[in-house]
């Protein structure tokens, strides 16, 4: 998926301070950035998601999956669709959580500018567009919030050099300004969506039939934060956002922009509830008569709890578009 900055970001731009979406697309995406720099431990060494919390985030995606199956008649071809794929973890859960028969049909695919990762599953194809003509799942699990975009203070852009230190550049204007007004109005701090718009509009459009959804950090019109919501992240850390490519670079995503036509809005906590996620005990009898199922089911809940805090993982936001099928299967 495209996120190209307006302009370019070569060495002699970046000896200026650029608008922070040139400095993010640079620092994330380009040549040596955080997330296509060969080697090394990938997200998951600088960054706890969902994906990597518990296993139960795999099976539930599996679940959707089956639910969109089943609303697709069960084609021959399933396909399923990770956008921002990072290494490959979530579409290799999600295939050992499914059925053999129902595997065997599925088609998946990861969405990633970094090189395909080694070892990763044979099954899987690899590239850095959505493929066209889906029939399936697509998922986008904290892909957004990492598609560079503008900041603009009291109406201005703002710009950044390379070692992080901001200074305020020309008036917001065209698009972007028409974007403010209509998402994120008022004085102060604000992070121009619009990019985020047009990127999930671009990989929801390639859906033909099934759902788009996209998991993130996020907030809507009515609670958008005054100073915005721009940091960093290294070695699980969070950091001063500096575009120099050492860091993740990283905004909450305005999802109910991003929503399309008959989008459903929730939060974590209710996707996972209606994908059978439940943080609840396990019935202490079970410690007597077995011990050790006690212990697996405890544990589980423990995750599951994790997932579905308040607070915490629980408050992410899910923006589900349907394609051509029902509504939210919950």
Do not use: K
């Amino acid at each position: 998926m495209s996120t190209q900055g307006e302009g370019t970001a070569d060495g002699a731009e970046r000896a200026r301070p650029v608008r922070w979406r040139t400095a993010m697309e640079h620092a994330l995406y380009g040549p040596g950035g955080f997330y296509v720099r060969p080697g090394g431990p990938g997200p998951a060494g600088h960054f706890r998601t969902s994906v990597h919390a518990s296993p139960l985030y795999a099976r539930a995606v599996a679940r959707l999956l089956l639910w969109v199956d089943e609303e697709l008649g069960r084609p021959q071809e399933l396909d399923l669709v990770d956008v921002g794929a990072g290494r490959g973890e979530l579409l290799a859960g999600v295939l050992a959580e499914l059925p053999a028969a129902t595997a065997a049909r599925v088609r998946p695919y990861g969405v990633e500018r970094a090189a395909r990762p080694d070892g990763l599953d044979g099954r899987i194809r690899w590239t850095d567009e959505p493929p066209g003509g889906t029939r399936g799942l697509l998922f986008a699990n904290e892909w957004l919030d990492n598609v560079p975009l503008d900041l603009a203070e009291d109406g201005r852009y703002v710009e950044v050099a390379r070692d992080g230190t901001e200074s305020e550049g020309g008036p917001v204007d065209g698009r972007d300004r028409a974007w403010l007004d209509r998402w994120w109005p008022g004085a102060g701090r604000a992070e121009i969506g619009r990019p985020r718009d047009e990127a999930w509009a671009a990989a929801a459009a390639t859906v033909e039939r099934g759902l788009a959804v996209a998991v993130d950090y996020a907030h809507t019109r009515d609670t958008r934060p005054p100073y915005g919501t721009l940091t960093g992240f290294r070695s699980g850390r969070e950091v001063t956002p500096v575009p120099d490519g050492s860091c993740d670079v990283t905004a909450h995503v305005a999802l109910d922009a991003c929503a399309g036509p008959g989008a459903v809005l929730l939060t974590q906590r209710e996707a996972l509830g209606a994908l059978g996620v439940s943080g609840a005990r396990p019935p202490l009898a079970l410690a007597t008569t077995d011990p050790a199922a006690y212990v697996r089911a405890l544990s589980l809940a423990g995750e599951a709890a994790e997932l579905t805090a308040r607070g915490g993982l629980g408050d992410f936001g899910w923006l589900v578009q349907p394609v051509g099928t029902g509504r939210w299967p919950g």
